[in-house]
């Protein structure tokens, strides 16, 4: 029997669940919570304070994509739950598992309020961006209300929750034993559902009568760790694969049957395939709702969707089968099936000639890549950054066009190496993002693609860097302007701009005051001994690149994306 | 020259000449070798009331047709989606990936060649146009 306050407690079963850190700010409501961890660290729990709590939920949202496991993110009462909600929000969108925990006036005198300093009623904040949430009203029910987050973050379709603890049952003190915190097993699965094997077979049936079938692999399969199977799956069929931008990695850019995210390649492969298997994905925005002109007409293709999200199921594209299950149980059951039915088969038409139309697509980014003209083109960045580091680094994109232009060349080749907050297009999570990963991933390189509107949303970042000794290269693409939005009031707007230009910040001297390396860029051939420099400097660093303006305004695929954006709105 | 109408007898025989004639078109169009009909709905609140089918074989153009036959690839939009293809408003490319240029036929393929397509709507660009109802103040050359 151990005396503990509710701090103590939380502490207790974040460490049962293998947490290792809580990134957040501290305050005095929460300070039960902080002591603790303070006080277990040898346990191997740590807090990672940041310099705003929206930096915290981006490193916890990172640490989950990148490790698998829910990251744990904290703010106080008022402010800092407030401030926690943007990077929340990126992570809600895009199914990543979280822990969201906030300090709440005193129990007493809260919900309803009474007037206290800094109270908001977190509940409602949170409820429209994470999956369930609750106030732990009583220093008895910790734990149990522990485990329920944990069990609703990771289940079904996974996301963030949030837990909001009132002060005074932080600070109150009571007796456990050590059988109050169970394993993990113990309490929730850990294996994600099955298909349903009759579904699962006409699946397979599907699969194999199909003449040109595509496999559709969506960000649930990063989550569900399916990439093996995948890989076994596409190979054994020879069939494309087009991976969703919030999946990219799942294999490797380079293998023979994967095709970019609206790539030609890709979009011919869609348009073409007469059956697409779709894992882990709704079919959302970026991916065209499943409909033409990026995929095949209606009546022409059929559609399987595999999701472990039961309510995902059809939501866009129609269906020929909807199996609800988990994208590696269920990817397990149909190679099953499939190996026993089906002899291994070379790669298909439809791949080789997707490849064709994916080189002629890729070849004038090459050359783009390859340019000399000064200032810097966008694409010679990108393409430089690319080249330099390994294979296995951890890849952060955060920016408007710069993220479009690094579509292009920013090949990924390992599962949970590219970090994006595409969905929500959230500007300023790419250095937590990249904090998160070098933390996760200590042995591997690093580095950051931003703009520079995206970079000064959450420079003050780089002070946690420098503290932590978490070595990240930021690379900005700096063209003094939101870039994306600046293209669209000349291309909408008569020429007319407004609230898109900056002064000429230095980055790099930022950098430097907070004790990172920093350096200013203007000629392509400064580039790659930049980012030897910066690397040996054994610190963060920026790198302050002055880009074209002109041609970083107008990534080809811009159009698209704004045709997409805006589909029926038209400026008067 | 005097302005052509477009997608006519006489527009068609001169863009054949003009498609043979550009050797740069022709280089980035090698190996394509296929047919393609363009078919413009009418628009009639705009002037424009009859359906316009044409089809030519590419990048020969080696002869063309004012009729519906079997091809490869169509093409099909309103008559305006056209008439932005040919003046610059609109990316042909960017409306097929738009969905406002419906296309019928393998995609993968007519990806493969943007190039040849830009320099060949490039080509047809030169030819003096002549458009119809509301949209000939569009007209040019």
Redesign the interface.
């Known amino acids: 029997m151990a005396r503990m306050t509710g701090g103590e407690v939380v502490v207790r079963c974040l460490l049962k669940e293998g947490v290792k850190y809580v990134f957040g700010v501290p305050g005095a409501q929460l300070l039960p919570l902080t002591d603790a961890i303070c006080k277990n660290r040898d346990r191997g729990i740590d807090f990672i304070h940041n310099r705003h709590e929206q930096a915290s939920a981006h490193m916890a949202d990172a640490w989950a994509r990148v490790t698998g496991q829910p990251g744990v993110c904290t703010g106080t009462v008022g402010p800092g739950a407030t401030d926690l909600v943007p990077g929340v929000a990126a992570a809600y969108v895009e199914s990543v598992p979280m822990i969201v925990l906030t300090a709440q006036t005193q129990s007493w005198r809260s919900y309803p309020s009474h007037g206290s300093t800094q109270e908001c009623d977190q509940l409602a904040l949170f409820s429209g961006i994470t999956k369930w949430n609750a106030s732990v009203n009583s220093w008895d029910r910790i734990g149990e209300l522990v485990r329920q987050a944990f069990r609703m973050a990771l289940s079904g379709r996974p996301g963030p929750v949030h837990l909001d603890l009132p002060a005074d049952i932080l600070f109150q003190t009571g007796e456990l034993e050590e059988d109050a915190f169970p394993e993990p097993y113990q309490y929730r699965a850990i294996e994600g559902p099955a298909g349903n094997p009759a579904l699962v077979e006409k699946a397979v049936e599907l699969l194999l009568s199909a003449r040109d079938p595509l496999i559709h692999a969506g960000g649930g399969v990063l989550r569900s760790g399916a990439w093996n199977e995948l890989r076994d799956l596409a190979e054994h069929l020879g069939t494309p694969v087009t991976p969703t931008v919030g999946a990219r990695g799942v294999l490797p850019d380079d293998h023979p049957l994967v095709f970019k995210p609206s790539g ?2 890709a ?3 869609q ?2 395939a007469d059956v697409v298997l779709a894992i882990g994905t709704r079919f959302g925005e970026l991916d065209g709702w499943g409909n ?3 995929w095949g ?1 209606k009546g022409t293709q059929r559609f399987i969707q595999v999701d472990c999200a039961p309510e995902m199921i059809g939501v866009n594209a129609p269906l020929e089968i909807g199996i609800a299950g988990d994208a590696r149980t269920v990817l397990r059951q149909i190679m099953d099936l499939v190996k026993k039915t089906a002899p291994a088969r070379k790669a298909g038409r ?1 791949a080789t ?2 490849r ?2 994916e080189q ?2 890729r070849s ?1 980014f090459e050359d783009l890549g390859r340019s000399d003209t000064e200032p810097i083109h966008p694409l010679r960045l990108v393409k430089e950054a690319r080249d330099f580091f390994p294979r296995d680094s951890m890849i952060c994109v955060d920016g408007g066009n710069i993220a479009v232009w690094a579509t292009y060349l920013m090949d990924v080749y390992e599962p949970r190496t590219f970090l994006w907050a595409g969905d929500m297009g959230h500007l300023g999570a790419g250095l937590p993002y990249a904090l998160a990963a070098r933390l996760a991933c200590p042995e591997k390189q690093v580095f950051i693609i931003h703009g520079d509107g995206s970079f000064l949303f959450m420079n003050q970042e780089l002070e946690t860097a420098r503290r932590h000794g978490l070595q990240v290269i930021d690379i900005i693409a700096n063209d003094q302007a939101y870039g994306m939005i600046k293209q669209g009031q000349l291309a909408a707007c008569g020429g007319r701009v407004i609230g898109v230009d900056f002064y000429d910040t230095r980055c790099d001297k930022m950098a430097e005051s907070m004790g990172c390396y920093g350096e200013r860029i203007e000629k392509p051939g400064q580039i790659r001994p930049a980012l030897q420099r910066a690397v040996d400097s054994g610190l963060p660093a920026v790198l302050d690149v002055l880009v074209d303006k002109e041609a970083a305004l107008n990534p080809p695929d811009f ?2 994306i704004v ?1 997409l954006w805006l589909q029926g709105c038209e400026l008067g | 020259m005097a302005r052509l109408k477009f997608l006519s007898d006489l527009y068609m025989e001169e863009a054949t000449k003009r498609t043979r004639a550009n050797p740069e078109y022709q280089e980035a169009s090698e190996g394509f070798d296929d047919t393609l009909s363009f078919i413009v709905e009418p628009e009639p609140d705009k002037g424009v009331t009859e359906r316009i089918t044409v089809g030519t074989v590419l990048p020969q153009a080696s002869e063309y047709w004012l009729d519906d036959r079997p091809v490869t690839f169509t093409f099909i939009a309103p008559y305006s989606v056209y008439v932005d293809i040919m003046t610059g408003k609109l ?1 042909a490319v ?1 409306a ?4 406002s240029l ?3 036929g ?4 007519i ?5 040849g397509t830009n320099l060949w709507i490039d080509t047809l660009r030169t030819i003096p146009t002549e458009f119809e109802g509301d949209f000939a103040e569009r007209s040019f050359g």
């Open positions: 030609y390649g979009i011919g492969a348009c073409e033409p002109p990026f007409e439809l000639e997707c064709a139309t002629a697509w004038e159009a698209t045709d | 990316d960017r097929i990936t738009k969905g419906k296309l019928k393998p995609m993968p393929k990806l493969r060649y943007v190039k």
